[in-house]
């Protein structure tokens, strides 16, 4: 979420600007800003990393905004664009990162990894030709920062006085210097006065000097000690949030750093409110920083937000984006017995959203483990009573496998650790239907999350009642059960055999689909295939068919031979093989079980 910075004011009346068509215009008078104008007394834009992989807010941001406050209070005009753009995206929002970029004289180029700096290295290697640049690192080797970038000595900002040294040295880059030579001046004069207080009153006050900097010592190291030993106490009545608080002010005192960083572990986990529906994993980075990652269940939908913050003592603070354009700001405050969280979304781009919610998660209640729904029959079945994806079965906290196969078999996956499979599409089937029979390439509406048609699970989960009887197939409330000990759930089901008249063990698996997902003629046609005796009158019928072909295969000459040369060459392998066409799932390598579309 974008704050409202200094540059998004209006010159003309002090007005809030926003973004209309590409320009700034004032919500007061009107007036209208090319974005050169609204930048063109930038003196400094600081250049980062917004995100991770994983759309988490970055340290690199949180060091980055911490520059640019104390930058502006030294009264130089600086380029933040988490601030400076007014929740500006895409296109826009990168013009106005290259416009700040190329108006300022000096660039600050912040990184907490080389990764980071050599991905803005990239990106930016133009716009930075004739800029002074001002490498900041934090938590990694200098001699990980690439030699472009270093026109000036990099700066730890781990470093104690850093953040002073950064606006010395920016503002003798910007020929400011005078700034900090009036400084040193005025300092010169005060340190010359004070050594004249001090020369009179030093006879007299030499005694008592001594006398008070023992008793201090004393003192505070008493202190610290009573404090540190409360903080102690704290910790073995399990009140992580009093302990807290007393060893944040004495961290220099004996292991008290140590004892923090174990604090904030005990609060680092997985918390879910059943009342609400809203779950949230928090990390601790350090006793400084902290990622949190929030998902709501609204109407079978989720929404997400994951950010990075700093750590102040009890609280974090952030503004967050969630996974629906949505944008707030969320807080949390650790708890003698657990975590609030507080969420107030105030710019809503969707009718999802978190709204403004509060929680209170136990820490009695937290899990070292993501936090999964239970995969009994029951959830499983409800995967197939509404179309259902893969990002459903990850949403509930699981991970998937891509599986190999055989030739011809259809796109399985498995879910981790588990010996249930799921049986996928890139289409539902009536539209599958439909591209079966029309010669243009298929639409594949699934494509990015495929859609489960039907699952196998072991027998003792779908129906442990069972185990010991008969291995029939049965429907029930429009759900096919196929017991097998082969994969019975495909778009080719033919040829496939349930257990007969065997009994179900449990290392048999069950396959089941749905009325819902197939629709009602192919539902009914597994349901008459399986339960209804279609399966003996087609093994009879192909066995028949079986003899008459080998009969025409002995009278066929190899002039006659129906195949011909190699027409398909699997990418991976570079097996090749021929074929007369291209099943709905596009081919299957025989030999290393690579699947691809043509």
């Not at 007061?28 to 974005?35: E, R, T, V």
């Not at 010991?468 to 055999?497: C, Q, R």
Request: hydrophobic fraction near 35%; include cysteine; glycine fraction near 6%.
């Amino acid at each position: 979420m974008a704050i409202e910075g200094v540059f998004m004011i209006c010159k003309n009346c002090g007005g809030k600007l926003h973004i209309k068509d590409g320009i700034y215009v004032c919500e007061n008078c009107g007036s209208q800003f090319a974005l050169t104008d609204i930048f063109e007394n930038i003196e400094v834009s600081i250049c980062y990393v917004e995100y991770d992989n994983a759309g988490r807010r970055t340290k690199d941001s949180i060091i980055a905004q911490d520059i640019y406050q104390r930058l502006e209070s030294n009264d130089i005009k600086t380029f933040y664009n988490r601030i400076s753009t007014d929740g500006m995206t895409g296109d826009e929002l990168e013009k106005a990162i290259h416009s700040a970029m190329a108006i300022a004289r000096v660039i600050v180029i912040v990184g907490t990894s080389k990764n980071n700096f050599e991905i803005l290295l990239e990106k930016n290697k133009e716009l930075l030709e004739g800029k002074t640049i001002v490498p900041v690192f934090s938590d990694m080797d200098v001699s990980d920062i690439p030699n472009e970038i270093s026109s000036i000595q990099a700066l730890d900002y781990n470093r104690i006085a850093a953040s002073a040294d950064l606006v010395n040295g920016i503002l003798n880059a910007l020929g400011r210097d005078k700034e900090t030579d009036f400084m040193t001046i005025s300092q010169k004069v005060d340190s010359e006065k004070r050594k004249k207080r001090r020369k009179i009153s030093i006879v007299i006050s030499i005694i008592c000097i001594i006398i008070c900097i023992v008793g201090i010592v004393i003192g505070y190291s008493l202190s610290d000690k009573a404090r540190y030993n409360k903080a102690m106490e704290h910790i073995e009545n399990s009140k992580y949030a009093d302990a807290i608080d007393i060893l944040y002010n004495i961290q220099e005192y004996k292991d008290s750093k140590n004892q923090l960083e174990f604090l904030y572990q005990q609060y680092a986990g997985y918390y879910k409110d059943e009342k609400t529906n809203i779950s949230m994993h928090i990390q601790f980075l350090d006793i400084q920083s902290a990622t949190v990652d929030v998902s709501e269940v609204i109407d079978e939908k989720f929404v997400r937000l994951s950010e990075s913050s700093k750590v102040n003592v009890n609280n974090i603070n952030a503004d967050f984006v969630d996974s629906e354009s949505n944008s707030g700001t969320l807080s949390i405050e650790l708890k003698n017995d657990g975590i609030e969280l507080s969420l107030a979304t105030e710019v809503k781009e969707s009718e999802i959203s978190f709204e403004n919610a509060k929680v209170k998660f136990k820490l009695d209640k937290k899990s070292d483990e993501p936090l999964r729904q239970n995969l009994d029959k029951e959830n499983l079945i409800n995967y197939l009573r509404k179309p259902s994806t893969l990002s459903d079965i990850s949403q509930a906290g699981y991970e998937l496998e891509l599986q190999k196969a055989e030739f011809g078999d259809p796109i399985t996956y498995r879910i981790k650790d588990t010996d249930i499979y799921l049986w996928v599409s890139y289409e539902d089937i009536e539209t599958l239907k439909k591209n079966e029979a029309s010669s243009e390439p298929p639409k594949l509406q699934y494509k990015e999350d495929p859609l489960i048609l039907g699952i196998e699970a072991p027998a003792n989960i779908v129906a442990p009642d069972l185990i010991g009887k008969s291995g029939k197939s049965f429907v029930e409330d429009d759900i096919l059960f196929v017991p097998s000990k082969l994969k019975a759930i495909s778009w080719d089901f033919y040829g496939l055999t349930d257990l007969n008249d065997s009994v179900i063990s449990s290392n048999d698996s069950i396959s089941f689909t749905s009325r819902e997902m197939l629709k009602d003629e192919e539902f009914d046609a597994r349901v008459d295939y399986f339960c209804n005796g279609g399966m003996e009158k087609w093994m009879e019928e192909n066995n028949n068919a079986s003899e008459i072909y080998m009969e025409e295969e002995n009278n066929t000459s190899e002039e006659d031979d129906y195949f011909g040369e190699p027409n398909v060459f699997c990418p991976e392998c570079g097996y090749s093989w021929f074929t007369t066409g291209v099943g709905i799932e596009g081919f299957t390598c025989p030999e290393c079980g690579a699947k691809w579309l043509p």
